[in-house]
């Protein structure tokens, strides 16, 4: 409907006789049905005067979702929409519609308005094409009911434009819409000093231009739309940082309101400490070393190295680990102790790390035994090893020796890749936030072993270990001696030996999960030292 400003006066007065009783005992009621949701049928209160049809407006504006506003003393009834007030007077036949720029048009009714208990009639047949202009649907009036149909398409964009209200503790921002939009999401995110809101809406088309060309205003400092085939994203850039962003939908029933409410520099600084703080104790909690997980090496099938008088490397291995275990049980309450095997049993190389990662490790430590070929018997002493390429030929040899055991399983060749260079990188990508805490682990640990132990210190080295590929975790193999040497295959199968052994990577253990907990909770950040 046009709105033409124009200036009118009241000539007449009409005075209507009427008595409410009478009205009341004739009143009847129409039925109000919505073709879109047949549930939501309604009624409005209705009564015949002179073979006239007169509706309750107050009935009316309640099915329809409108604000009304009663001045019994002027006995002026006011109905707000989105973008229309109408006003009808009691015993008067003018009907106001004014729109926001307070155009305002009037429009006759063959007969006044009536007024009776708080209540406005008005003659239906003639009022009904005035009330069309009030609600987006398509409405259909007999004597018999009001039939509510979908929404007549205004435009060919379901979202027109876009408009800014500042609020004293917020901003209301209103995205036009010509029907009612079901599918939409909205969330804001902070970048920096400002907060950017999306708002996404699914079967939607805008009036991209428009909304483009729309100035930012307050606190708005940026507004992009795009039109993707089916959806609709626009995107709006907020000065400062926001407590909520909340979407409604707008008393019209068409136009989606999102309320901002914005937040002062103490709320969004105390918000962003918030923020942090929740982080850093997600992180604690991530890292927090509560969980060892051991891992005996070979078993079952795989014996590992044979020692010079014949003693089998998964034994050791086995013994080594169970001691180790019970020392951590004994004396780190809070941590729990998981094994890749309590027993003489065989373990594919990659259920170990499987087993590590179910169990959520935050250390894994592989235990081995060394050996060397008849000619090589003096060769002794305790070696750390970080999953790296190997770069000396013995870490190749070793790593070799070590993942030689995948050729037991099944398929072995689709599951472990070759340790290439490449490949490493690759592989060990997953194993790049717990590099720093391996090294750190392997460092510690021999620094104990040495102090501890009477075995011979060959350092922290690096190679390509299978078992050691799938811990995402910090993790280190160690190869506590070589068996193939006399004096370490005493040693190490050694009941004393072994639990010597134990006591020592105890120790490293319980160093660096202080060192390691002390850096956590100062709140450095993960991965520095
Ligand atoms: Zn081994």
Redesign the pocket.
Known sequence: MKISKIRYNLCFLFTTFFVVSGILNAQNSLPVEFTASPSKKSYIGVFNKNGILYGSLNDLAQIFGLRTYINTETKKLEIASEELTLKVTANNPFVVITDKKENANLLQLPVPAIMAANSFFVPLESFMPMWKSLVPEEIIFKRTGITVGAELPKSRFDVTSVSFEEKSNGLLIRLKCTKPITDYECWPKQIGDDTWLYVSLANTRADINTIRAIKPTGIVKQILAFQYPTSVQLTFRLRGSINRAEPIVAENKTDILLAIQTSTVEEAAARKTRAYERELQRQRDKWKMDVVVIDA??GGDDP??IGATGIR?KDI?LAIALKLGKLIEKNLPGVDVVYTRKSDEFVELYKRGQIANKNGGKLFISI??NSMPRRNRSENGFEIYLLRPGKTESALRIAE??NEVVKLEKDYENRYQQLTEENFILLTMAQSAYVKYSEQFAEILTQEMGKHLKLSNNGVKQAGFFVLVGASMPNVLI?TGYISNREDEKYLKSSKGQQEVAEAIFKGIRRFKEEYEKTLREGKEIGTR
Do not use: I
């Open positions: 090496g070979h590992g190295a490397e291995t081995h035994c020796k070590e190869e």
